[in-house]
């Protein structure tokens, strides 16, 4: 039950394309999902986060869809460039707990 | 911008030998965590500490494992006796608390067990 399933494992795309990556979780305690970015040889670092009471989060050109009944979450990036590429890890927690559950992460691959 | 860092970079130990990470997470914060990912597999959650005690922990973190807090600064995370299963990258992170939910991660220790 403390489970967070990401997919794809990697995703290339077409510098300008829509970058779509999955997330569901199991737990209907968690009520806080965040999206991390990590490039190689840096800490991962929080891109966008959302909350249940919100169906989606826009951040940029970075899109968090929420389904709470379907228990889903996604991340779109539009637009996505060269820079994008790197691994994005998604998570849940409780929020308050720090906890976080992390999905197994994507890594995208932009090509310019 | 504050940062948590992390020492050493890259450690190669032999099977049994003892290991410490260090980490300074950011000054003004309250909440103290360490995370592993082995290779190929996902971020897992080690432990938090908090108030100068551990608040939770993993079935990972067994009694192999400690962390402490021996200063104003720093936040350690001691193996007694490493496994080969024990290599992995090891990330340090600090949240301010509250409802912030933000974790930030420093750049990873990776440990490579022999």
Redo the contacts between chains.
Sequence with gaps: QQQVKQSPQSLIVQKGGISIINCAYENTAFDYFPWYQHFPGKGPALLIAIRPDVSEKKEGRFTISFNKSAKQFSLHIMDSQPGDSATYFCAASVLGTYKYIFGTGTRLKVLA | EP??TQTPSHQVTQMGQEVILRCVPISNHL?F?W?RQILG?????LV?FYNNEIS?KSEIFDDQFSVERPDGSNFTLKIRSTKLEDSAMY?C?S?L???S????????SRLTVL
């Design positions: 940062e948590v909440y965590y995370y597999q996902k971020v897992e959650f938090s939770e990330f992170a949240g608390g509250g409802l939910g933000e974790l930030f991660f420093g750049e990873g």
